[in-house]
C-alpha cells in the first residue's frame, strides 16, 4: 500500500508500505478519507517533539472497517466510522473529572501512531478504550466525516466561551477553522457574526462560502475599530481567535465589550509565544480569556452529529479532493491559503 511519511522537516515523502494487521484489541479500516490541516502544514515543514519519525501522518480520517481483532466486539467489516485525533488516557484525574481535553497522557494519531495519510491503517486500542471510533450518521459522507474532528475541537471552544442567542461574535482569521467557527456560532444562536482577515484573497473565498455578516480585511481597516463601528461602540460579546497570531489577540481584548468572552483558540508559535495585555481592559471590563485545546472523544460524537442534522454544513468547506498520491501537493495547498479544506481520499 502507499503512505505518506513525514521523515524530517521538509522531508515527507510518498512510499510503499506493508498492509497491517489489527491486533486483538484494534480495528484495521480502509481510509476513505483523511482531510489536512495546519498542523499538517507545521508538522511538515518543522517537526513535532512528540513525533519520532518515520511516522505516517494524517490525523482528521474516516473510513470503513475491513478487520477486528479477536478481542474486539461491536464493529464489523463494512461498518463506516470516524477516529478521534486526540486521544485521552482515561483513567488519570483529569479525564475521571470529564477534563479529557488536557489530559496530560495524551496521544494521537500521526504523532505517536500511524496516520491516516494511507490505504490502510490500524485503529489503536486506546481509541477503542476511550470509545474514540464512531459510527458515521447515514447520508453523511467520508470526507464530511473526516472534518469532524476539527469541528470537534471549535465545538470545545465554543463551550467553553458560552456563546448565547443573540451574542454579537468576531472570528479572527478565515481558514478552515474560522469558517467552522462561523457556522458553529450561528448553529448556537449568534445574532451576528462578523469575519477577520489579513488576506483580502483569503476573506474573500470565506465569506463566498459562509456569508459573515461582516467580511473585515485587516490589511484594509483597523479591525478593532471595524467592530466597535459595527456594535455602536459596545464591541463584540465573543470573540474567537482562530490565527496563530499575537496581534490577533491583543486585538480581541482590545475589541471585546464588558464582559466580553475571548476564546484563545489559535495558538502562538514556540519561540514568539508572549502578547502585550491591557490588563486594565480585562480588569475594568471584566473580560474573561479562556484557552481552548483540542477536544474530546464526546466532542467528536456531538460534531458527527451537528453535520448529519445539517445544523454545521461542511460539504461545500471542502475545496480541494486529491488523492494519496497528491498529498504532498495537498499540503502545498494548505501552506499556500489556496483553499478552504483539502481532503486526501486514498
Known amino acids: 500500500m502507499r503512505v505518506a511519511r513525514f521523515h524530517a522537516p521538509g522531508d515527507v515523502r510518498l512510499e510503499d ?9 484494534e480495528v484495521k479500516i480502509r481510509v476513505r478519507a483523511c482531510s489536512t490541516c495546519g ?39 463494512g461498518d463506516r466510522v470516524q477516529v478521534i485525533a486526540a486521544i485521552p488516557c482515561g483513567v488519570c484525574p483529569d479525564c475521571t473529572h470529564g477534563r479529557m ?37 447515514e447520508g453523511v459522507s467520508f470526507a464530511e466525516a473526516s472534518v469532524a474532528e ?10 467553553l466561551v458560552g456563546i448565547k442567542p ?48 461582516a467580511a473585515i480585511c485587516a490589511a484594509d481597516q483597523d479591525p478593532v475599530e471595524a467592530v466597535l463601528a459595527l456594535t455602536e461602540g459596545r464591541g463584540a460579546n465573543v470573540i474567537i481567535t482562530a490565527a496563530a497570531s499575537g496581534k490577533a489577540q491583543e486585538q480581541a481584548v482590545a475589541m471585546a465589550t464588558r ?11 514556540k519561540d514568539n ?31 458527527l452529529k451537528l453535520i448529519a442534522d445539517g445544523k454545521v454544513p461542511v460539504n461545500d468547506l471542502i475545496t480541494h479532493r486529491l488523492p494519496l498520491d497528491q498529498v504532498i501537493e495537498g499540503i502545498g495547498i494548505v501552506s499556500r491559503g489556496e483553499a478552504i479544506k483539502v481532503t486526501i481520499e486514498p
Open 150 to 159: 476539527p469541528l470537534a475541537c471549535a465545538l470545545n471552544a465554543q463551550e
Open 273 to 303: 509565544p508572549t502578547i502585550t495585555l491591557d490588563s486594565n481592559l480585562v480588569h475594568y471590563r471584566e473580560l474573561m480569556i479562556i484557552g481552548a485545546n483540542g477536544s474530546s472523544p464526546e466532542h467528536n460524537k456531538r460534531a
Open 166 to 213: 443573540g451574542d454579537d461574535v468576531v472570528v479572527i482569521g478565515s481558514g478552515p477553522i474560522g469558517c467552522l467557527h462561523v457556522r458553529l456560532a450561528r448553529s448556537f444562536g449568534a445574532g451576528r457574526v462578523f469575519l477577520v482577515e489579513l488576506s483580502r484573497e483569503r476573506l474573500d473565498m470565506a465569506a463566498a462560502l459562509v456569508s459573515p455578516d
Open 101 to 137: 481535553t488536557i489530559c496530560p497522557n495524551q496521544v494521537s494519531m500521526g504523532y505517536q501512531f500511524e496516520g491516516g495519510f494511507a490505504e490502510f491503517m490500524v485503529v489503536p486500542e486506546n481509541v477503542l478504550a476511550v470509545d474514540g471510533l464512531n459510527r458515521i450518521p
Open 17 to 25: 508500505a506493508p498492509e497491517p494487521s489489527p491486533g486483538p484489541r
Open 39 to 77: 498542523t499538517d502544514v507545521k508538522i511538515s515543514k518543522f517537526g513535532h517533539q512528540n513525533i519520532s519519525p518515520p511516522r505516517v501522518m494524517g490525523h482528521e480520517i474516516a473510513g470503513e472497517v475491513v478487520e477486528t481483532g479477536a478481542e474486539v466486539t461491536g464493529w464489523a467489516p
Open 259 to 269: 464582559q466580553g468572552r475571548i476564546s484563545f483558540f489559535g495558538g502562538l508559535p
